[in-house]
C-alpha cells in the first residue's frame, strides 16, 4: 500500500510536471504597479468583558492603561488602588490590520487582536475604540466590537485543562472603519513603473515583448530584471484603471532558474523544471543500526537471610539447562544487557546519463530505491560531484 500511494505522488508531480508548457500566468498574479499596495496599521488598545481570563493585576501596563481610559471619561481613580483590586476581566491587546489601496473613507477592513499581556483567554471580550495608525504616525482606522477566537480554553483547579486553537488571537471582521485614506492617483500619470515579484531577465524581456505586442507599438521598456516603465498611451489618458485592467489580464510564461530545493526537516524535495544532471553514477547504501537495551534481574534463593554482600552466581536446574542468575543472602541484583545489530542494504551501481531531463532523474534515483531523505544526500553528491547542473537551496 505505501508502494502504491508513493507511485501515486510520483505520478500526479509527472502530470505536474511534464504537461505541455504553454501555460501562462496572468500579469497581475507574478507583477504589481508600483505605488499600488497594502498599508500596515497598528494599535494599542484594552479587551474588556473577559471571565476572569485577562491580564495580572500586578502588570503595570494594564493598571496604567485602565488609569488612562478612565480619565479620559471623566472619571479620577487612584492608581495604588486599582493596583489592590483584581481587574482580571481586561486584557491588553495590539490590534492590526491592514489598509487596502484605495480604500475610502466609511468602508470597514477587518483587524486581528492579539494579546500582550498574561491573558489566558480573549473569548467573550469586547475591544474598546482603538485608533489605528500607520508608519508615518497618522490615524488611519477606528477599530471595536466583540472578538471571534474561534476556540476555548478550559482548566481545573489541579491544573489540567483543555484548550482549542489559540484562544489569546481572536479577529473583528469588519471591525474597523477607514477613516483617512492613502492618495494614490491615477489620472494625468503618462507612465507607470511594472515591478515583477521573481526578478529575472528573461521574463522581464517577457513580459515587455507581451505588453508591446498587445498595445501594439514600443510603449514598454525594462530597466533592470525586475523592473519595467510602461507608457500610457493617449487613448487611454482619461481612462487609467481601464488600461491597467487590460495589462493585468496578459498571459506570459515566466522564466526560472533551476534550482533544487530541500527541507530536510519534513523531508521534501522540490526539483525545478529545467533541473539537468551530467554523467554520473549512482550508488546509495542504507545503514541500519539497531541497539537493544534491557535489564536482567537476579532473584536471591528461597528464604535466604538478606546479606549485601552477597554475590551472585549461577544455579542450575536438574535438567541440566539454562542456569538461573540468583544472589545468595537476600539482595536482589540489576544486570544491563545491551544487543546491537547492524544491517547494510546493497544498492546496484546505476548511470545516469548526461543532460538527461527531470523525469528521468526521478525515474533513476526510484530505480535504486531511494525514499525522499535518501533523494537528498544523493542531491547533495551529485552536487557536490559537480554533476548537478542547478542551485541546491536548503531551507
Known amino acids: 500500500m505505501v508502494t502504491r500511494g508513493r507511485g501515486y505522488f510520483w505520478v500526479i508531480l509527472a502530470f505536474f510536471f511534464f504537461t505541455s508548457s504553454a501555460w501562462g500566468a496572468r500579469l497581475k498574479d507574478i507583477s504589481a504597479f508600483k505605488g499600488i499596495r497594502n498599508n500596515q496599521l497598528n494599535g494599542y488598545g484594552l479587551v474588556v468583558g473577559l471571565n476572569g481570563t485577562g491580564d495580572d493585576s500586578t502588570s503595570g501596563f494594564i493598571i496604567r492603561s485602565i488609569v488612562n481610559m478612565l480619565e479620559r471619561m471623566g472619571i479620577h481613580v487612584d492608581q495604588e488602588r486599582i493596583g489592590t483590586s483584581k ?72 491544573g489540567g485543562g483543555v484548550q482549542k486553537n489559540h484562544p489569546t488571537v481572536g479577529t473583528i471582521p469588519k471591525g474597523a472603519m477607514i477613516e483617512k485614506e492613502v492618495p494614490v492617483l491615477l489620472d494625468g500619470k503618462k507612465e507607470l513603473t511594472l515591478c515583477l515579484f521573481n526578478p529575472d531577465f528573461s521574463t522581464v524581456e517577457k513580459v515587455k515583448e507581451t505588453i508591446n505586442r498587445a498595445m501594439g507599438d514600443t510603449y514598454a521598456k525594462s530597466l533592470d530584471s525586475g523592473t519595467l516603465t510602461i507608457t ?23 522564466d526560472a532558474v533551476a534550482k533544487v530545493i530541500l527541507n530536510e526537516k519534513t523531508g521534501t524535495i522540490v526539483l525545478g523544471e529545467h533541473v539537468r544532471v551530467s554523467t554520473v553514477a549512482v550508488a546509495h547504501g542504507n545503514l541500519s543500526i539497531q541497539i537493544k537495551e534491557r535489564s536482567a534481574v537476579s532473584q536471591p534463593l528461597p528464604l535466604a537471610p538478606p546479606s549485601p554482600e552477597g554475590t551472585p552466581t549461577t544455579v542450575l536446574p536438574p535438567d541440566k ?47 535504486i530505491g531511494a525514499t525522499p531523505r ?15 547542473q542547478a542551485d541546491l537551496e536548503l531551507i
Open 321 to 367: 539447562g539454562t542456569g538461573v542468575l540468583v544472589t545468595p543472602g537476600g539482595a536482589t541484583v540489576v544486570t544491563p544487557e545491551s544487543s546491537v545489530s547492524v544491517k547494510e542494504e546493497g544498492q546496484v551501481l546505476m548511470i545516469v546519463p548526461i543532460g538527461v531531463s527531470l523525469g528521468e532523474v526521478i525515474r533513476a534515483l526510484n530505480a
Open 374 to 388: 535518501d533523494l537528498i544526500s544523493i542531491l547533495q553528491s551529485i552536487r557536490a560531484a559537480g554533476a548537478l
Open 87 to 158: 481587574v482580571k476581566n481586561v486584557a491588553a491587546v495590539m490590534v492590526t490590520a491592514t489598509l487596502p489601496p484605495f480604500s475610502r473613507v466609511g468602508n470597514r477592513i477587518d483587524v486581528t487582536v492579539s494579546s500582550i499581556g498574561d491573558a489566558k483567554n480573549l473569548q467573550g471580550g469586547t475591544l474598546l475604540l482603538t485608533p489605528l495608525k500607520g508608519v508615518d504616525q497618522q490615524v488611519y482606522a477606528l477599530a471595536q466590537g466583540p472578538i471571534a477566537t474561534g476556540g476555548f480554553a478550559a482548566s481545573g483547579a489541579s
Open 232 to 254: 500610457i498611451p493617449e487613448s487611454y489618458q482619461g481612462r487609467v484603471a481601464e488600461w491597467i485592467s487590460s495589462i493585468e489580464k496578459l498571459d506570459v510564461v515566466p
